[in-house]
C-alpha cells in the first residue's frame, strides 16, 4: 500500500528509539473508511494514522509512505514499512525540505543560506558534495559532521526497511537490526537475509519461509550458514549453552533446514552441512574446540575467564600464618567453627582464588565473616569487595556481615545491562584486596569474564555459592564448571553437593516448572480461579500443560478432566469459565503473569503507569533497550532481568501468542489527592509490617492516591517507612538511614484520616 500524505499532529514519539504515531492527512481516498478519523476539519482532506521509526515530524513536505493497514491503539493504522520525501524541482520545494526539520543541524536560516548558495542544485551538493557546505557562513567542520551523520543515518535507516520489508518487521525489530549491524546492516542483509539469523530474537524460520516463498534454493550456502548460526545463538539464548558439541549443532542445523520439506530429494545433504561448518570454522565465523563449536564472543569469554582462572591460581600468595588472628576472631565473634569451615577459612588465605559451597544452614555466612575478620587483622589497609549478581543477594549479604557497601556486581564494575561497549573495556581495574561474590550461581560467563577482566594483580577472589542450585539464566554454568575443574580448590561444607548432584536439578526443574504455572494462575496474575495447584500439578503430570497457551485449550480434555476425582461437570464448568473470565485483564496482571525474575506485582504497576497501560509502547521500548532503573525502585538488576527475559524468542513467542488469547482493559491511571497540604504529595513512602485492616496491595494503593510512590525498598530516597506489627530488616535499613520512621496511626493522622 503507498500514499501519499503530510504531517498533521504528532500523536506519540520516542526520542530513543525514533518511534513514532503520526496523525496524516491526505486527498487520496483508498485510505479505508475504518482508518479515517471520524472528527470533522475545516478542509476536505482526509486523516489517518500512521506508525513507524524515523517517520518525518513536518508539514512542509509531502511524504510517500509504503506499509500495510493494522489495527492498533488508535485504530486501523498504516504500519509504514519505508517512506521518502516527495520534494518538487523547485527553489521553494528544496527550501522547504531542508528547512523541514528532517536533517539535524539545518535550521532555516541555513536552509536559506545554503539555497542562495548552491539554488536548484542545494540536494546533489548534500548527497554527493557535502564538504562543500562548509563554503557557507556559520557553518563548522563540527556542525557539518553533524549534518553528515543525520543524512547517513537517516538514509540507511530507510534503505533498510525497504530492504526488510518482504520480512514484514517491525520498526523496532529493524532498529534492533541496525543496532546489532551498524552503518552496514543494509549491505549485510542485501548480501543475504540468513544474516538476520546473527540478530539474538530474529527466527530462522520466520526468515526460511519468506525466503521459499519468494523462490530461493533451499541449498544456497547462506541458508545453511544461518541455520548453523541460528542454532549456536538459540542454544545460548534458549539452553544457556555457550557451545554445541559439533555433532549436536549438525544435527540441529538439519532439523532447521528440512523439517519442513516434503521431497527428500530437495532436503539439504549432511555433506553439505558439514562442508559448510569446516567453512564457517576456516573463516573464523566459528570457533572449533575440541569438538565443540562456539560463536566467537562466546569462546572468547570463556578461554579469557579460564586463563584468568589459571592466573589467579598459580599466583601464589604470601605464607601468612592466621592461627592467632583466627582465635581472635572466633573469641570475639563468639564462634565455634566446625573442622571443615576452619579449613574453608585457611584455604582462603593459601590461595588468590578459592570456592566455598554448601546448602542453606550450612554456615557459608559465618565462614564468610570469619574471612572478613581475619582479612581485615592481618590487612587493615587493603579494601574489602562484596558483590552478589542480584541487589536482593547484595542487601542478604550486607546484613550478614555488617558491610553496608556489598553491592550488585553490575555497581561494581559499573556496567548497564549485558552488552560490552568501547567504553566499558577501557575501564580501570577493580581497587580491591579480597573480592567475596555471593550466589555465584546466578552468575553467568559475560559477567563473570566482566569481572575477571578487571581484576588486579594480587587481589584475592572469594566465590561463594549453593552448587545445588539451578544455574545462570544466562548462558555459561560458570560456578560449576570451576567446581568440577579440579583447578580451583573447593571447600564443601556439607555432603549434600556428592549426594544430590544426580537427582536435586532435575527436581528442581519440574518443581519450577509448577511453580511458573501456579503464579501464572495467581490472584495477582491472570486470576484463573479453581486452577490450584494440586489440580495444575495433576494437568502438568498428565502431560495437558507445557505452555500457558495450553491452559487455554484444556477444553480438548474436558472428556478426561469431568472423569478425574474430585471432578464433574460443574467443577469443570467453573474452572472453565474461570479461565475465560481471566482473558480479560490488565496491564499489570499480564507482566506480572510472565513471571519475569523480581518483576513483580509493584513492579508491574510502575511500568503500567510508565506507559500508561500501553503493551506496545511497553514493547517499543523494550527492543530499544529502554533504561528501566529511570523507575522508581528500579535497579540495574531489575533492568537487565528485563531485557533479558525479552531477549529469549521462546519468552518473545508466548509474550506474543499469549496477547492474541487475551484482551488488556483499557488503562485508568491511579486517581491522586488534589489536596497540596497533603505531606506525602511527591514524596516516597515503603511499609514493612502488617498495616491493619489493610493487605500490603491495599496499602500502596492508599499511598499512591495520596500522591506519593509506594516503594518496595529503602533507600536514601526514601522520604518515610510506616512500620506495623513484625516488622523487617527495612526498619534497621532506615534507622541507619536516618529515615522518619511512621506508626500506622502517624500515617493516617497526617493523611487526614483515620484507620
Avoid at 598459580?314 to 601468612?320: G, Q, R, Y
Avoid at 542478604?396 to 566499558?424: F, P, V, Y
Avoid at 496491595?697 to 506519593?708: C, M, P, Q
Wanted: aromatic letters at 8%.
Amino acid at each position: 500500500m503507498s500514499i501519499v500524505a503530510a504531517l498533521d499532529k504528532v500523536l506519540f514519539f520516542n526520542a530513543s528509539s525514533k518511534y513514532s504515531v503520526l496523525r496524516m492527512k491526505t486527498e487520496d481516498s483508498s485510505v479505508p473508511a475504518e482508518a479515517r478519523s471520524p472528527y470533522r476539519y475545516h478542509d476536505h482532506l482526509i486523516r489517518f494514522t500512521a506508525v513507524g521509526i524515523e517517520l518525518p515530524q513536518t508539514d512542509t513536505v509531502k511524504i510517500e509512505m509504503d506499509g500495510e493497514w493494522k489495527d492498533g491503539k488508535y485504530g486501523l493504522q498504516l504500519q509504514v514499512d519505508h517512506w521518502q520525501e516527495i520534494v518538487p524541482p523547485t527553489l521553494e520545494g528544496v527550501r522547504n525540505y531542508l528547512a523541514s526539520g528532517l536533517l539535524k543541524g539545518i535550521g532555516e536560516k541555513t536552509a536559506d543560506a545554503i539555497i542562495e548558495k548552491f539554488g536548484i542544485n542545494a540536494l546533489e551538493i548534500l548527497e554527493h558534495q557535502p564538504d562543500r557546505l562548509l563554503e557557507i557562513r556559520g557553518i563548522t567542520k563540527e556542525r557539518l559532521a553533524e549534518i553528515k551523520d543525520a543524512y547517513a543515518e537517516t538514509s540507511r535507516m530507510r534503505v533498510l526497511m525497504t530492504l526488510l520489508a518482504p520480512f514484514k518487521v517491525t520498526p523496532t525489530t529493524a532498529q534492533k537490526i541496525y543496532q546489532h549491524f551498524g552503518p552496514s546492516c543494509a549491505d549485510i542483509v542485501r548480501q543475504s537475509p540468513f544474516n538476520l539469523c546473527q540478530v539474538p530474537g530474529f527466527g530462522f524460520k520466520r526468515i526460511d519461509a519468506i525466503v521459499q516463498k519468494s523462490g530461493g534454493d533451499l541449498r544456497d550456502p547462506k541458508r545453511v550458514h544461518g541455520a548453523l548460526f541460528y542454532a549456536l545463538e538459540d542454544a545460548r539464548t534458549k539452553d544457556g549453552h555457550l557451545y554445541l558439541e559439533a555433532e549436536a549443532l549438525l544435527k540441529a542445523a538439519m532439523q532447521l533446514l528440512n523439517e519442513r520439506i516434503p521431497l527428500p530429494q530437495m532436503r539439504v545433504p549432511m555433506s553439505q552441512v558439514e562442508q559448510e561448518l569446516s567453512a564457517m570454522i576456516r573463516q573464523d565465523e566459528v570457533v572449533s574446540n575440541h569438538g565443540n563449536v562456539y560463536l566467537p564472543k562466546q569462546f572468547l569469554q570463556e578461554s579469557e575467564t579460564a586463563q584468568k582462572a589459571v592466573e589467579l591460581f598459580l599466583a601464589k600468595p604470601t605464607v601468612v600464618d592466621i592461627a592467632q588472628p583466627l582465635e581472635r576472631v572466633k573469641h570475639s565473634l563468639g564462634l565455634n567453627l566446625s573442622k571443615r569451615q576452619s579449613e574453608g577459612v585457611e584455604m582462603v588465605f593459601r590461595h588468590n582464588l578459592s570456592i566455598i559451597t554448601g546448602g542453606p544452614g550450612t554456615g557459608k555466612t559465618t565462614v564468610l565473616k570469619t574471612v572478613i575478620e581475619v582479612y581485615r587483622q592481618l590487612y587493615p589497609q587493603q579494601k574489602i569487595v562484596l558483590g552478589a549478581p542480584t541487589g536482593k543477594a547484595s542487601r542478604r549479604m550486607a546484613e550478614a556481615t555488617g558491610i553496608d557497601e556489598a553491592q550488585t556486581l553490575h555497581s561494581i564494575l559499573g556496567l548497564h545491562g549485558d552488552s560490552e561497549s568501547k567504553k566499558d573495556r577501557e575501564r580501570k581495574p577493580l581497587e580491591a584486596g579480597l573480592l567475596i561474590v555471593d550466589e555465584t550461581s546466578m552468575v553467568d560467563m559475560w559477567l563473570i569474564h566482566q569481572l575477571f577482566s578487571r581484576l588486579r594483580p594480587g587481589t584475592k577472589v572469594l566465590l561463594v555459592g549453593d552448587a545445588d542450585q539451578l544455574e545462570s539464566v544466562g548462558a555459561g554454568d560458570v560456578f560449576h564448571e570451576l567446581i568440577g575443574s579440579g583447578v580451583v580448590p573447593v571447600t564443601v561444607l556439607d555432603e549434600i553437593f556428592r549426594q544430590a548432584q544426580d537427582s536435586l536439578i532435575a527436581h528442581n526443574c519440574e518443581t519450577r516448572k509448577l511453580r511458573k504455572f501456579v503464579h501464572f494462575a495467581s490472584p495477582k496474575a491472570m486470576n484463573i480461579m479453581g486452577l490450584s495447584e494440586s489440580i495444575l500439578e495433576k494437568f502438568i503430570g498428565k502431560g495437558w500443560l507445557h505452555s500457558y497457551m495450553d491452559i487455554f485449550a484444556l477444553d480438548k480434555h474436558r472428556a478426561e478432566i469431568v472423569q478425574m476425582e474430585g471432578f464433574g461437570e460443574k467443577s469443570w464448568q467453573n474452572l472453565w469459565d474461570a479461565i475465560q473470565h481471566s482473558r480479560i485483564t490488565t496491564f499489570e496482571q499480564y507482566l506480572t503473569a510472565m513471571d519475569i525474575p523480581m518483576v513483580g506485582s509493584t513492579a508491574s504497576k510502575a511500568i503500567c503507569q510508565r506507559f500508561r497501560g500501553n503493551l506496545a509502547e511497553f514493547e517499543t521500548a523494550v527492543c530499544q533497550s529502554f533504561d528501566f532503573t529511570q523507575l522508581p525502585d528500579f535497579g540495574e538488576t531489575l533492568h537487565r532481568n528485563i531485557h533479558q527475559w525479552f531477549r529469549s524468542e521462546e519468552n518473545w513467542t508466548i509474550w506474543t501468542e499469549l496477547r492474541r488469547l487475551v484482551c488488556i482493559k483499557t488503562y485508568q491511571p491511579p486517581a491522586a489527592s488534589t489536596d497540596m497540604s497533603n505531606p506525602f504529595v511527591g514524596k516516597t513512602l515503603v511499609v514493612t509490617g502488617k498495616v491493619e485492616p489493610y493487605t500490603r496491595d491495599g496499602i500502596n494503593e492508599k499511598i499512591e492516591s495520596l500522591g506519593a510512590h509506594a516503594g518496595s525498598s529503602v533507600s536514601s530516597k526514601t522520604d518515610y517507612l510506616i512500620c506495623g506489627e513484625n516488622a523487617g530488616s527495612k526498619l534497621a535499613k532506615a534507622q541507619e538511614l536516618g529515615i522518619k520512621i511512621l506508626s500506622p496511626d502517624e500515617f493516617f493522622r497526617m493523611a487526614g484520616e483515620s484507620a
